[in-house]
């Protein structure tokens, strides 16, 4: 039997064509980053406090400073350090206070005075941030939640969208569907910066959500379709790789852009430079061959070969076509699985368990470390930038040590040494703001690699027959850990510290039981259920079943992620959508 990836072998796995393409596909990445990561300029939330209107006609009956009008109308707090500073969110309601007396004896009396909450509104810190959502909408004090539960809600448009056009995209096409995405996120986009009320621009933002994941997903089917086996773990990442160069860039345009409805603007009116990509990117074979298209996909793969110089491979073209409609056989005679499988017996339960909690905790840190930089001090533009920047170094070690050292080691010393920094930012005092930094960027470059790792392990963890729905499932539990990060942030309000002892703390707690999960490098992947019941049952917490081998030896069983199963005909074994969820990584 010829199956399509014996065609893409001969044509080329990734030949000019397919660079020129996947490069055309990944560009509105770009946008995605930005979009997913808007909120730390959006919802901006600048120093403030109670605006107090009878502090002006006071100060001016007798004579008062600012310094002492403030000192008149703004109770003093402590900050999680113990330092004095203004309440931001009570004042004195000077209606109740006799005023005759000089201001060093009304200073002495304050603390018998009554506070009142800011009634008449907020003064803000308007240097660094012009306007925010958060400051439009006075969304302070006892309303912060809600620009925490924004960005929930996005998260949540972000799960409708892998789920919507996954299916979309494999009913009308990735080419027409993709662009559809980018259509919708260019007109959301736009549309929220018109939002008259907060609860307007948190529906826009659900829809800028839906789209956004729907053309990071799309995209990355479509050039993973074009690719051969080799090279699709590859395509993942350089895809990833575009989307932190968009929410970098996205530090940038915020810089010079000090107002949310021009930065919104600016970053939705970037996917019209997506548009005219209609032109050059063409539909992928695979899926047109799976719906019997068949001369269509031969002109492209004939175009395909021509670009990389070699001969279209007539023969096996045609011996593909033939064999396609003789493969009707599931690897397990027909039987459909479902997500029961993934937990009916107890070994494989444990390890679903295992695999799905630490999906949902590498999301939920990765963006509560994203998302949060503001809260360490210093210049939030710079913190957002070296978030994003510290991702590469991470990526590119988790490629070389998982190779050298397996996945089980790597994944538990990034994820053991990721939480236990951001765990160690308990312990700095808020005056040394370059030492939280870095304890905070070590958390993020070890989650940022441990999310490259766990989705090469989790694909070899499950067998051939359940392996694209345990991905999926794993996914869905990723967006849940997105959706509850933006609540955990909150927890900084009873001590300033906390998140991230949270962050650290979950983090720490997954790498260790990834102690109970097999080391499968070099190991010969599970095909039924019974093996992987039994994978890793015969090892120890210490050195679990499984062995290694030399990395050359794997390459031929990591050449096949993200489509290790073997396809129930010629083209359909990646045509499934759903499978490539779990390449969302930080989506």
Known sequence: MVHYDAVLKHV??????????????????????????????????????????????????????????????????????GKPVLHSCKRYDLTTVELNASIRNLTNRRASWNMTSCDAGWTYDRSQYKTSITIDNNIVCDDKWLANMAQSIYMVGVLIGSITFGDLSDRFGRKVVMFVAIVLNLVSGISTMFAPNFTAFVILRLFVGVSSLGIYLVNFVLACEIVGPSRRTLVGTVDYVFFVLGYMLEAGLAYFIRTWTHLQLAISLLSVLWLPLWCVVTESP????????????????????????????????????????????????????????????????KKSAIVFYNWGVITMVYYGLSLNTSALGGDDYINFFLSGLVEFPALLMSIIVIEKWGRRSPHIMFMVGGGVACICTLFVPSDLFPLTMTLAMIGKFGIAASFNIIYIWTGEIYPTVVRNLGLGVSSMWARVGGIISPFVALLADSWRPLPYMVFGG??????????????????????????????????????????HKKPEDTKELEADLPDISPPVDATNAMTNPSFYLSFETGL
Request: glycine share 8%.
């Open 506 to 547: 979950v983090s720490v707690l997954g790498g260790i039981l990834c102690l109970m999960l097999p080391e499968t490098l070099g190991a010969p992947l599970p095909q039924t259920l019974e093996e992987a019941e039994d994978f890793g049952k015969g090892g120890s917490l210490l050195c679990p079943a499984g062995g």
């Open 286 to 349: 695979r899926w047109l061959l799976a719906k019997g298209r068949t001369e269509e996909a031969r002109a492209i793969v004939e175009k395909m070969a021509k670009t990389n110089g070699v001969d279209f491979p007539d023969a096996l073209w045609e011996k593909m076509v033939e064999s396609k409609d003789k493969l009707t056989e599931t690897p397990d005679n027909g039987r459909f699985y479902s997500v029961r499988d993934l937990v009916r017996t107890p070994n494989l339960a």
């Open 12 to 81: 080329g796995e990734f030949g000019t064509y397919q660079k020129r393409m996947c490069f055309f596909a990944f560009l509105p990445s770009l946008s995605v980053g930005m979009h997913m990561m808007a909120m730390v300029f959006l919802a901006a939330t600048p120093a403030h406090r109670c605006r107090a209107p009878e502090g002006n006609a006071l100060a001016a009956r007798y004579n008062w400073t600012e310094p002492e009008k403030l000192n008149m109308t703004i109770p003093w707090t402590k900050d999680d350090d």
